[in-house]
Every structure is written in structure tokens, then in C-alpha cells.
């Protein structure tokens, strides 16, 4: 069964510095792996998404995430925080076959004027 | 123009009431999907369809029918409402229901509030 682990259910940074939000998976196949973000009262947006060929992704906004295959992981960073980044964030895990995507517990991301 | 839609915002009804959420998309997607976000911010799977059939029932109980009259609706009907179903319900749909497709658009949600 494929599953997704978030850690930290908070993160705060300050603007200007580097964001970095954690993501492990557990797929006994191929994983295809999302980002989304969630503003506030609003629903899901995809930020990036990992399906085959580079390892290193690149989203809106300006946040990329990398697929390291030996540590299960799909981090998402980006270089420089700003105000509006401030939401919640949401790793997924996709399974190939099927009609299923299932979410990490999300991450709620602070920055700090 | 609004991908994917969801009527009403906010629903505040009584226990044991009847209550429908109504979601449309004009993205020509197949695959469209319920989903329940709880106040701890996680979000579960309930239903998906595939071109109007039944794909996942994600052990929902059964006072939720969810019915697609075509590709591009998929309501939501609850019956005999509890406390426990407070939640935000959002809709969403993708352009096919297998990996890379799986890309999902979802609406604005649906806060319901039973009291």
C-alpha cells in the first residue's frame, strides 16, 4: 500500500530564507508524486508534480522539489520565502493503476516579516 | 471562468437532516472525486468516478450517496446527518484516474456545520 509522511505539521521561516518542507513516501511501484498548495478558505492548487525522467522538479512560484529514489523522499524547497507563501502544504502519492492519490497530513508553512 | 465548482460554500443544517453538495467541472475530465477535509486539515478520499461509474468507495458509510448524472457532475448526498460529519468537503476532478493523469483540480469546498 502506498503512503506518505509529512515531517512537521508546522514549519516556520523567515522571509528571505530558504523553505524546505519534508516528504517520504512508501510505494512498492513507481511512485507519481504531487505538491499541492492550500491557501486559506480555498481549495488545493498543484504547485509540481514528479511522474518519469528528471529527478529534479521545478513548480509555480518558484519551489522545485527533488525525487531521491534511494531515500524515499520528495522535498519540496524553495530558495527565498515570502509573505504569501504562507499556507498549508500538501505532499501526494499516486497509484499508477488506479483512481487513488493519497495525502500527506499536510504542512503548515509560517513566515516571519 | 471556474474549473471546477461546488454549490453551496457553506451548508449549516441539523442532526438528522438530508443535505446535497453539487460539484461540476468544465475541464472535460473523466475522473472526478469526493473528498472530506477535517479541522486537523487532513484530507481523505471518499468517492471517485470514473466517466459516471463508481471507482473507489473509500468505506464511507452508506448515508453518503454520491450520484453522477454526467461526466462533468458529481453530487453528494448526504442523509441523517451527524456531528461527525462536519467538515470541508471539496470536490475535484482529473483528466484520468491512473498516475501521471492524476493531476487533480479541486473547488473552493463546502464547510458544513451540523449542530
Known amino acids: 500500500a502506498q503512503s506518505v509522511t509529512q515531517l512537521g505539521s508546522h514549519v516556520s521561516v523567515s522571509e528571505g530564507a530558504l523553505v524546505l518542507l519534508r516528504c517520504n513516501y512508501s510505494?512498492?511501484?513507481?511512485?507519481?508524486l504531487f505538491w499541492y498548495v492550500q491557501y486559506p478558505n480555498q481549495g488545493l492548487q498543484l504547485l509540481l508534480k514528479?511522474?518519469?525522467?528528471?529527478?529534479l522538479v521545478k513548480g509555480i512560484n518558484g519551489f522545485e522539489a527533488e525525487f531521491k529514489k534511494s531515500e524515499t523522499s520528495f522535498h519540496l524547497t524553495k530558495p527565498s520565502a515570502h509573505m504569501s507563501d504562507a499556507a498549508e502544504y500538501f505532499c501526494?502519492?499516486?497509484?499508477?493503476?488506479?483512481?487513488?492519490?493519497?495525502f500527506g497530513a499536510g504542512t503548515r508553512l509560517f513566515v516571519k516579516a | 471562468d471556474t474549473a471546477v465548482s461546488q454549490t453551496p460554500k457553506y451548508l449549516v443544517t441539523q442532526m438528522g437532516n438530508d443535505k446535497s453538495i453539487k460539484c461540476e467541472q468544465n475541464?472535460?475530465?473523466?475522473?472526478m472525486y469526493w473528498y472530506k477535509q477535517d479541522s486537523k486539515k487532513f484530507l481523505k478520499i471518499m468517492f471517485s468516478?470514473?466517466?459516471?461509474?463508481?471507482?473507489i468507495n473509500e468505506t464511507v458509510p452508506n448515508r453518503f450517496s454520491p450520484k453522477s448524472p454526467d461526466k462533468a457532475h458529481l453530487n453528494l448526498h448526504i442523509n441523517s446527518l451527524e456531528l461527525g460529519d462536519s467538515a470541508v468537503y471539496f470536490c475535484?476532478?482529473?483528466?484520468?484516474?491512473?498516475?501521471?493523469?492524476?493531476?487533480?483540480?479541486f473547488g473552493p469546498g463546502t464547510r458544513l456545520t451540523v449542530l
Open positions: 475541464l472535460g475530465h473523466d475522473t
Open positions: 468516478y470514473n466517466n459516471k461509474e463508481l471507482i
Open positions: 510505494s512498492s511501484v513507481p511512485p507519481y
Open positions: 514528479y511522474t518519469t525522467g528528471a529527478t
Open positions: 501526494a502519492v499516486s497509484d499508477p493503476g488506479g483512481f487513488k492519490t493519497i
Open positions: 475535484a476532478s482529473s483528466l484520468a484516474g491512473g498516475g501521471p493523469y492524476n493531476e487533480q483540480f
